[in-house]
């Protein structure tokens, strides 16, 4: 009796955890699958912060410079070298297959020419014209996914309720009015961006600083799912999103969601920052894409072009280097599936959609030419290097036919067939993946 009473106890709190839970149906697997499928897109935070080169928004948020001395970077901000069209085709060269952009980050400032209000790169900054419209066109045009970062929080807007760290302008509860003015600029604004662009991703940022409720969530989604039923949110919108954005951690741990992204900067910004020379190498990147590819989750990697729309030469050559190893990849990143526990192989692995190719990626060029798989209970068709198609010999040790034990598989991998990156290993499988899960092989017969 103890016990179902304890039962009868838990199925409130079950189903409202259902009810917040990510919808599971059929059309919302089929509506994820490019963004499962795409495993890298490109992050751009660009704004009148890279004129100085400060923290985006923060800067003045944290108290480093006054609101008003952040604003006037707006009459650096020319974007005098602005090429959508190079940018778009880098990201592509990259292997990438969608982009993210701020159209508008905390600091309010719009990269695209709203009829909200003035303060937008047409209307307030040096450029004097609308600088996102033609970046759109230029994924488009380049077959990239659209994403359009959208900060929730405005902290220059007058009706917004927090503008910096210790000043809140006021109480929502205290007045309701200047709040509603808000929504309106704000739902204003995510409707231009809609109609023009219709992007195929959300990606809201700032959802701290109010609840769902106080957002708006629900209302905001159902105007975004208008024009496009398919189109995904991120899941920083207070537990309404699709998918969940770690940031800057790279997991350790096989994260739980079936849809995830990291997104991560190249130096320590997001933005601009001139002094900020701390950059991972083209292979520490590698290394945290190869990571998430093996966990089943995308890098959204970031890039923060200078005011002048240019991008810095540290960050093209990341993206160009990036590129050189995806194209040699390409079945072993797109449309890829989380790998294998490390019990079998010591390193990334990761399957192919069907389950019948198995990809390691091997880093470092093993001591004696040779690596090691465990606990495969299918019958290796046959090895070869992924990019470069070199079938490789391999041996089977400590397999008996009297268990089912399947044996420790030693793999060469000669020196010239090295990647300088990371070589990828095709595993191809007599059917989908079978692991021998058991501690050691049982003493069937004798
Ligand atoms: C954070 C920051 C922001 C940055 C974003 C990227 O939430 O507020 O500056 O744009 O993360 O993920």
Redesign the pocket.
């Known amino acids: 009796m103890k016990k179902i009473l304890f039962l009868l106890l838990l199925v409130p709190i079950y189903s409202q955890a259902q009810s917040i839970s990510k919808p599971d149906s059929i059309s919302f697997h089929k509506k994820m699958q490019w963004f499962k499928d795409a495993k890298l897109g490109i992050?751009i935070?660009w704004g009148i912060y890279a004129v100085n080169g400060i923290?985006?928004?923060?800067s003045f948020y944290n108290g480093h410079i006054s609101h008003e001395d952040y604003i006037e970077q707006a009459e650096g901000f020319k974007a005098e070298n602005y090429d959508p069209d190079y940018w778009a085709k880098l990201i592509k060269e990259s292997g990438a297959k969608y982009s993210v952009i701020?159209s508008k980050?905390?600091d309010g400032f719009a990269l695209w020419n709203t009829r909200q209000g003035d303060f937008n790169a047409a209307k307030a900054s040096a450029a004097k014209r609308d600088v996102l419209t033609p970046f759109i066109n230029a994924l488009r045009n380049n077959n990239l996914k659209v994403g359009l970062?959208y900060?929730l929080p405005d902290w220059s807007y007058a009706d917004y309720t927090h503008h910096t760290r210790n000043v809140e302008r006021y109480k929502i509860e205290n007045e309701p009015k200047r709040w509603n003015n808000f929504l309106n600029y704000s739902q204003g604004q995510l409707k231009e961006l809609r109609n023009s662009y219709n992007p195929d991703l959300w990606?809201f940022?700032?959802d701290w600083e109010h609840n769902a409720k106080e957002w708006e969530i629900t209302k905001i989604k159902s105007l975004l799912l208008e024009n496009n039923p398919n189109v995904i949110f991120n899941s920083?919108l207070q537990g309404h999103g699709d998918y969940e954005?770690p940031?800057?951690g790279l997991p350790v741990l096989r994260p739980k969601a079936e849809y995830w992204e990291l997104?991560m900067t190249m130096n320590d910004s997001?933005?601009y920052q001139h002094n900020d020379k701390n950059y991972k190498t083209p292979q520490q990147v590698i290394d945290i894409f190869v990571d998430c590819i093996s966990k089943g989750g995308n890098l959204?990697l970031?890039i923060g072009p200078k005011a002048d729309g240019t991008i810095p030469v540290e960050q093209e050559n990341i993206l160009k280097e990036l590129g050189k190893w995806t194209s040699r990849h390409k079945n072993a990143i797109y449309g890829t599936r989380k790998g294998i526990p490390y019990d079998h192989f010591y390193g990334p692995t990761a399957l192919s959609k069907d389950s019948t190719i198995l990809y390691l990626y091997v880093r470092d060029k093993p001591a004696d030419g040779q690596i090691i798989l465990k606990g495969i209970s299918n019958k290796i068709n046959r090895i070869f290097v992924v990019g470069n198609g070199t079938l490789l010999e391999h041996q089977v040790f400590c397999h008996v036919y009297w268990n089912k034990y399947p044996g420790v598989i030693y793999i060469n991998i000669p020196e010239s067939v090295m990647d300088e990156y990371y070589t990828v290993l095709a595993i191809m499988l007599d059917g989908k993946i079978d692991l021998y899960r058991e501690y050691t092989g049982a003493l069937e017969s004798n």
Not at 55 to 58: G, P
Request: proline residues 0%; aromatic residues 22%.
């Open positions: 992050f935070h923290s985006e928004s923060w701020t980050h905390h970062y900060s990606w940022d700032g920083r954005t940031e800057i997104c997001w933005g959204l970031d």
